[in-house]
């Protein structure tokens, strides 16, 4: 019979996600690991591979819907089967799922998206009856194909609103996808007048409060929420300390300069402070480790984030191998990942892994700073400025380039003398870059 496809788990812990575009049409022919839609997290758009095979019948979900995971987007039909008995089967399957506790969906599987407050940033959900079936005639879609619901599907705001308001929604027609009553359908309802002095006195305790007062309030976005919640996950559950070490510079800038003039790409900075965090991992691999519950997962290869600021927020790809790579193509490497970072193109494996981050500031100026560990990783370094500063030499002073770094760890994973032998090796590793390049 027919199979559903609904939207995948893509994040970890992720409830829901945005379908960005399909990548195949009904009618098309799908195989095992195909990708055949892009999925929109909270940091990255998303290749969609196929689990399973057969003809695609149709779509249930128009790109730039926002949906909860687990919601049907999409029918396949089993060989031999009909595209008009597939998605007549879709049409109760989806039923079926809804009456188990399932994602809800409206009549014949599609989709009742979750409501949310209006942004200027939402697309409007599409009606049922623009998405069509495969090869059909133009009037054969999929609200012709199973019976309709007599369901009135109301999303759970509005039927909080409702509540408050004392509204009665028999007779509203909604205007959300399959029927649903959203929020814009409500808004131009009056409230039951026993309601009103309680809204009127709610609006002007608001005007008080914000008399004289000029704000904006700007809308968290997915990415802003996913950093929010991964960082007090971090200093809530993680027990950090922090360990700072001062690095001569001198000899890296000067080799630097000198590898630069023969590359055809510039190696920048801190494509050595990332070789040597690898290096560092080499010379003391016990350091190469996460928390996992029941045991500490030690890695072979050292794969690293790397802190990546895009506009509202960052992003934390991941290097893999960084202990095996030479210095230029781990510098191609990063600044593939930065530049599809920046451009929302990353894909998911791109983001998980590794054991530990890197952050540098220094290109903004900041000498010194700690970071925040990125979970499930056991540490982060802060990496600040190169500056010239007056450093102490066999009793004398000296002028030298200096720059600080910070080392914050988690405790359940690195003990301070652990810790402290690690970055002791990335220091030597840093001020002797000639030994990176081998």
């Known amino acids: 019979m027919a199979a559903i496809i609904r939207m995948p788990e893509v994040l970890a812990g992720a409830t829901e996600a945005a379908l960005e575009a399909w990548l195949v049409t009904p009618g098309d022919e799908i195989r095992v690991g195909q990708p055949i839609a892009e999925v929109e997290t909270e940091k990255a758009v998303v290749e969609y591979e196929a689990e399973q095979g ?41 039923a079926d799922s809804e009456a188990e506790g399932e994602p809800a969906t409206g009549p014949a599987g599609t989709v ?27 009037g054969n879609r999929v609200s012709d194909i199973a019976p309709a619901h007599t369901r009135q599907f109301i999303s759970p705001l509005v039927r909080r609103l409702a509540a408050q308001r004392g509204l009665d929604l028999s007779a509203t027609t909604g205007s959300g996808p399959g029927g649903r009553i959203v929020r814009r359908d409500i808004d131009g309802i009056p409230a039951a007048e026993a309601d009103m002095p309680a809204l009127a006195s709610r609006a002007e305790q608001a005007s008080e409060v914000a008399a004289g007062v000029g704000y904006t309030d700007i809308p968290h976005t997915g990415m802003r929420r996913a950093i929010a919640r991964r960082l007090v996950e971090s200093v809530t559950t993680m027990p950090h300390f922090y360990l700072v070490a001062d690095c001569r510079v001198d ?17 920048s900075v801190n494509d050595f402070v990332v070789k040597a965090v ?6 003391v691999p016990e350091a190469n480790a996460i928390w996992m519950n029941g045991a500490l997962r030690r890695f072979d290869d050292v ?52 054991s530990f981050s890197v952050s540098n500031l220094g290109m903004f100026g900041t000498e010194k700073f700690s970071a925040i ?47 402290a032998k690690w970055l002791a090796a990335f220091k030597t590793r840093i001020e002797n870059p000639l030994g990176l390049l081998i």
């Open 251 to 267: 000899e890296l800038l000067a080799i630097r300069r000198s590898v630069n003039q023969l590359s055809a790409a510039p190696i």
């Open 54 to 94: 057969g003809v695609l019948a149709g779509l249930l979900v128009e790109t730039g819907v926002q949906v909860s995971v687990g919601t049907p987007i999409a029918v396949l039909a089993e060989p031999g089967e009909s595209i008009e008995d597939a998605m007549a089967a879709a049409g109760g399957s989806a």
């Open 278 to 283: 690898g290096a560092a991992f080499s010379d």
């Open 373 to 419: 560990i990125n979970p499930p990783h056991s540490g982060i370094l802060a990496v600040g400025a190169a500056t010239q500063r007056p450093v102490v030499t066999d009793g004398e002073i000296a002028v030298a380039t200096v720059m600080t770094v910070t080392l914050s760890a988690d405790h359940r994973v690195l003990d301070g003398a652990l810790a």
């Open 112 to 138: 009742a998206a979750p409501e949310r407050e209006t942004t200027p940033q939402q697309v409007k959900a599409p009606e049922v009856d623009r998405i069509p079936t495969v090869n059909a005639p133009q």
């Open 303 to 354: 794969s690293i984030a790397i802190a990546v600021s895009v506009e509202g927020g960052l992003v934390t790809p991941v290097m893999e191998t960084v202990n095996r790579r030479s210095i230029s193509d781990l510098s191609a490497g990063i600044r593939d990942l930065a530049e599809r970072g920046r451009a929302g193109r990353l894909k998911q494996h791109e983001l998980e892994g590794g």
